[in-house]
């Protein structure tokens, strides 16, 4: 009976123990309608104290995360067949006050980016050990050039959050 029992009682009891590790998030960042709210008085001057007295930046310069609310799937075509594919997920980091308007131009960001993951797919770039720092720094920049050729707002950098590849 337990034998049973332990294939699926070890799923749950990673999902949940990987759950209570995670430092907790900072809302102020992680959630678009969070991002545009000032940071509570005590929370702020906790944050000035910690960095040794106030650091000359509001609240409207701290950072944002615009993150894709689906991922990308990026073929990999040789010779005419579709062999792997590519799934990524990315988000944009922004200031606080750009978040919204980010998602506002989701579906124009969404184009450029996958449209230079397919240049990047179709020159090798995913072919080999995609995964090696200086290849991802490389992508990084094509993409963070991408977004910002679609929009004024500020894009500071691109963040890939997931990559794998899947065999086709």
Not at 44 to 49: F, G, I, L, R, T
Not at 124 to 137: I, K
Request: charge should be negative; proline fraction near 6%.
């Amino acid at each position: 009976m337990i034998r049973k029992l332990i294939p699926i009682a070890l799923p749950v009891l990673a999902l949940v123990g990987g759950d209570m590790l995670r430092a907790p998030a900072d809302p102020a960042t992680t959630h678009a309608e969070d991002a545009h709210e000032p940071p509570a008085k005590d929370d702020h001057a906790k944050s000035s104290s910690a960095h040794g007295g106030h650091d000359g930046h509001s609240s409207a310069e701290a950072d944002g995360w615009f993150t894709f609310p689906t991922q990308f799937f990026v073929p990999l075509v040789r010779q005419g067949d579709m062999g792997d594919l590519m799934i990524i997920t990315l988000t944009l980091q922004t200031d606080a006050a750009s978040v919204e308007p980010l998602g506002r131009k989701e579906h124009a960001l969404r184009d450029a980016l996958l449209r230079q993951l397919l240049i990047h797919a179709n020159t090798g770039g995913f072919d080999g050990n995609f995964t090696a720092d200086r290849n991802l720094v490389a992508l990084r920049g094509e993409l963070q050039k991408a977004a910002a050729s679609v929009t004024d707002l500020p894009i500071k950098a691109v963040l890939i959050e997931d990559i794998a590849r899947q065999q086709g």
